[in-house]
């Protein structure tokens, strides 16, 4: 692969923090000021990774995926390397608790032996209810019936508490829930697996701060997902396979989608997922993950959140229009997202992406002030949970 090859000599190098590229990202000029006035500097990274060489510093900013339940030998070379950032897990690597739970400690037992001393970021998606990796694992619940019953806040607060202990049991300190869409239309796309809390924004709200709160108090980050809302998606705009526009006007954006996310900042959610959609209301050129205008302008300068971003899938149907997984990962780090989930299953995908990163970052394509910026931030969340 080209993004592989172009950074072939970045590995040994190690990162100068003050003259790496200088060139402007895709992002606005205003949106760089307001998030780099926001964010720490390269002087303040922590030392476990300031010393990094590119890749190393790229690879903090890379969730691997792996297929089967054994973990690759080249994925532990790459942790023992200081190359990875963390690792996501899905029903086909899980068999029960305890081996997913030997699975994490081997990769924690290679992280020990790497030059980055900071916990991995080990994840998985166990919303409740039908989407639950870990299958035999709270909550059961739906986040629609969490919705639906007589004290959503309580009910969804157990359901943090029971995904917390659930993680924690096996090895996992990152859970990509609670999704925040607000449905729009029973049975449509967020709704027709009862991943929806409710279509009324303010039980949305109540049921993910509380959800957020309760998990986070058991030690498990949490990640709000999908902003700015896929909740108007209709039953075959699955971002996963297809490429999806959402033509809401933005005072619907404002009043109906926005509210869960403002609600789960102020609690302090750890995480927010941005959805790959787009927003003719807010971008119409680009999806969310990979617009600066949504991610810095709008989530950022607008909302404040100061925490950390992850992309959705970057292997999705909806991003065949923006080249492999390197190009996309680079794309989605230019537009601001901190962590790029590579989740394909295959380990190579996240090479791909880590190496393009590193690239981009020698040759001023990505900045050194906003790199050690994303560094910093996913720092911090790993400190946090170490």
């Given amino acids: 692969m080209l993004a592989t090859a172009a950074c072939a000599s970045a590995k040994t190098a190690p990162h100068p923090a003050t003259s790496a590229g200088t060139s402007a990202e895709s992002s606005s000029a205003a949106a760089q000021s307001s998030s780099a006035s926001a964010q720490s500097s390269s002087a303040s990274a922590p030392a476990s990774t300031a010393a990094l060489s590119p890749v190393q510093l790229a690879g903090q900013r890379v969730i691997y995926s792996f297929s089967g339940t054994t973990v690759p030998s080249s994925l532990l070379t790459l942790v023992r390397e200081g190359e990875v950032g963390g690792v996501i897990f899905f029903a086909d690597n899980i068999t029960s608790v305890s081996q997913l739970d030997a699975d994490a400690k081997e990769l924690d037992a290679a992280q020990q032996e790497s030059p980055v001393h900071l916990p991995l970021l080990l994840m998985t998606d166990q919303e409740g209810g039908e989407v639950r990796r870990i299958a035999d694992g709270n909550p059961t619940q739906s986040e629609f019936s969490i919705g639906e019953s007589a004290n959503p806040a309580a009910a969804a607060a157990a359901a943090g508490t029971g995904a917390a202990q659930t993680l924690s049991d096996a090895g996992l300190n990152v859970n990509l829930a609670p999704v925040l869409d607000v449905y729009a239309v029973p049975g449509d796309f967020i709704d027709s697996a009862q991943r929806s809390y409710s279509n009324d924004p303010q039980i949305v709200s109540t049921a993910g701060a509380a959800f957020i709160t309760a ?98 899938a970057l292997e999705a149907g909806a991003l065949k229009a923006y080249g492999g997984a390197g190009q996309r990962a680079v794309d989605a780090a230019s537009a601001g997202m901190d962590l790029l989930l590579c989740s394909s299953g295959s380990v190579s995908q996240g090479e791909e992406a880590t190496k393009a990163l590193a690239a981009a970052l020698q040759g001023g394509q990505l900045t050194a002030s906003s790199f050690d910026a994303a560094v910093s931030r996913v720092d911090a969340l790993r400190s946090k949970l170490a």
């Fill in 215 to 312: 998990q986070q108090q058991g030690g498990v980050a949490a990640t709000a997902k999908h902003f700015p809302g896929l909740g108007t998606a209709s039953t075959n705009e699955d971002t996963d396979n297809v490429p999806v526009t959402l033509n809401q006007p933005l005072s619907q954006l404002r009043s109906v989608d926005e509210l869960p996310y403002r609600a789960a900042i102020s609690v302090g959610v750890d995480l927010i997922m941005v959805s790959w959609a787009v927003y003719p209301a807010l971008d119409g050129n680009r999806p969310a993950g990979l617009s600066s205008t949504i991610v810095q302008g709008e989530l950022r300068q607008r909302l404040g959140y100061t925490g950390v971003t992850i992309t959705d």
